[in-house]
């Protein structure tokens, strides 16, 4: 059992390392060069941070709104309770410490009390999008070793196909045969006592990313790598006490734990959700000026469907506003400033890390750029030819020296990748970027993604950047394509926007608008419309075209032909 002169311990070097951060707002040199991590020996931040701030605490923890105008809300008081409850009902279930748990919740009060109740009992949580089928849950199920799985009960039926001795708890009101109810957790005695200490190195959550280009890995974080990792995410964020922070961000993968779980509560800020079945940015902008949001977070997808519509009709604008999950492309940022007066600001991170890299509250934007390390991060670019230190471009790497609390301890029960990803004291993100001379760093593209044309070295986020700023063009991803002459030329698939159609005449002005705002060696030669693979976590499947490409597509258009 924890004692409460450990758990006062563990409080105390949490929150000050929080504080420090929190008084440096604004100040990202001070920040980055007298941070220092948190490193208790025993930590569970649901039992040491989370039910501390909650007590006697009135304030909103968490709001949820949903589409058809009904809302709930949960104080921080209220939730600390409600999870105790679902800590000890799961361990009547037979949860216990280490055990997997396949969580596949929606945007739901349950998530949340689960998620905590999980974190007090010292199960291991695997998050799962509700998106997923038979197929990716079988693979989950097996190679995370479930042991017990918690689903909405209109995905139950997924299950069926899907084998194994595991617990099978169900929400909702129509619970199949063979399934328990979850609601009944709220029955169970709200206050939990644990069972045994928690060491910060104990595992907390298995993450299977999102596999763009081979089958998920399974990345593996600890009480301390995300609880207390996130405190990089809480900074960027620009949160602040008493805050309503909105991320959009679907359960099951790590950018929800990150900003709908652990820095909005690190900052003691509430978690706002707006449920929708369509997105639809005018009613989003009417709910968060209802419901005075004021940090939003959103991925690029989102930022470039919002600035389709009329961003004015936002009233009252958030005071930090960002973007992550793929790098953002500067005409966004252009036009949201314009509307709102709020500059977006990119970051950088992975599910294998907290927030590594991003642009700061209070910091000048360069554009094009996601900023410089963040507090507790020491960024090493590594040349991808020669394998040593580059200052200028190359693999971005974290130095593993005094390593960051926000890093994974590995890819579960895959050693070999693990030591290649590690090796040589860096943590190797596989993602090429550019440092100028300020520090900082821009994105040039996954290392697999970038390609030669006529020798010369082509960034597919350069000329997808290119597109995008064309009003036809919704969407872009750039790939090579086998050429004679040049070995590989940039080809271009474009999902259009509105009041476009595919065809030559739209590939003529794009063709044009790439001659105009690219030089000759890296503009677009071929284009073809349509929709883009994408993961279920909604990042484009470049390996599926590099693929299709490669086999020789007939729907495209080539720029030669159209001069």
Not at 38 to 61: K, M, T
């Amino acid at each position: 059992m924890t004692t409460e002169s450990t758990q006062n311990s563990a409080t105390a070097q949490f929150l000050a390392a929080r504080d420090f951060l929190l008084e440096r707002r604004g100040d990202y040199e001070a920040a980055h060069s007298g941070f220092t991590w948190p490193r208790p020996h025993r930590f569970n931040w649901a039992l040491d941070w989370f039910d501390h701030i909650a007590a006697g605490n009135g304030a909103d923890a968490l709001r949820i709104f949903e589409e058809d105008g009904t809302s709930e809300a949960l104080t921080f008081a209220e939730l600390a309770a409600r999870s105790g409850a679902a800590a000890n009902w799961l361990r009547e279930q037979g949860v216990a410490p280490g055990d997997r748990i396949l969580v596949m919740l929606g945007n739901q009060r349950e998530l949340w009390e689960v998620m905590l109740g999980a974190m007090k009992l010292r199960a291991v949580v695997i998050p799962a999008t509700p998106l997923l089928g038979p197929a990716d849950l079988r693979d989950r199920v097996e190679r995370g070793r479930v042991r017990h799985v918690i689903a909405r009960a209109e995905d139950t039926a997924k299950f069926d196909e899907v084998p194994g001795g595991y617990t099978r708890i169900a929400a909702g009101r129509q619970i199949p045969a063979g399934w328990r109810r979850l609601a009944d957790m709220q029955g169970a005695d709200t206050a939990f006592t644990p069972e045994g200490e928690t060491l910060a190195t104990d595992p907390l959550m298995l993450y299977f990313t999102s596999g763009t280009t081979d089958r998920p890995k399974l990345v593996e974080h600890t009480h301390a790598s995300y609880p207390i990792g996130h405190l990089s995410t809480m900074y960027w964020l620009g949160l602040r006490p008493g805050d309503v922070h909105l991320n959009i961000a679907s359960p099951g993968w790590a950018k929800h734990a990150w900003s709908n779980l652990f820095a909005p509560w690190n900052a003691g800020a509430t978690v706002f959700v707006h449920n929708y079945t369509r997105f639809d940015p005018e009613r989003l902008m009417a709910e968060m000026d209802r419901h005075g949001v004021t940090t939003f977070c959103a991925p690029p997808t989102v930022w470039r469907m919002l600035i389709q519509s009329d961003l004015t009709r936002l009233a009252r604008p958030p005071r930090e506003a960002v973007a992550a999950g793929e790098p953002l492309n500067p005409e966004v940022i252009d036009k949201v400033r314009e509307a709102w007066g709020v500059t977006i600001r990119d970051g950088f991170g992975q599910t294998e890390t907290t927030l590594q890299v991003g642009n700061f509250p209070g910091v000048p934007v360069k554009p094009g750029s996601m900023g410089r390390p963040a507090p507790g991060y020491e960024i090493v670019l590594l040349d991808p030819v020669t394998g040593k230190e580059s200052p200028d471009e190359g693999e971005l790497c974290v130095n593993l020296g005094a390593r960051p609390a926000g890093v994974t301890t590995g890819y579960h029960d895959d050693p070999e990748r693990t030591a290649e990803a590690m090796a040589d004291g860096l943590y190797r993100t596989g993602d090429i970027a550019a440092r100028d001379a300020d520090g900082y760093l821009t994105y040039v593209g996954r290392s697999d993604d970038v390609f030669k044309a006529s020798d010369y070295k082509i960034s597919p986020f350069e000329l997808e950047s290119a597109l995008l700023e064309h009003e036809a063009v919704a969407e872009a991803a750039v790939v090579p394509a086998p050429d004679e002459l040049r070995l590989a030329v940039p080809k271009a698939y474009v999902s259009l926007a509105a009041g476009w159609e595919p065809g030559p005449e739209t590939a003529r002005v794009l063709f044009e608008h790439s001659r105009a705002v690219l030089s000759p060696y890296k503009r677009i030669r071929r284009i073809e419309f349509g929709e883009l693979p994408k993961t279920v976590s909604g990042k484009i499947r470049r390996v599926e075209l590099r693929e299709l490409t490669a086999a020789g597509s007939t729907g495209e258009y080539d720029e030669a032909d159209l001069r």
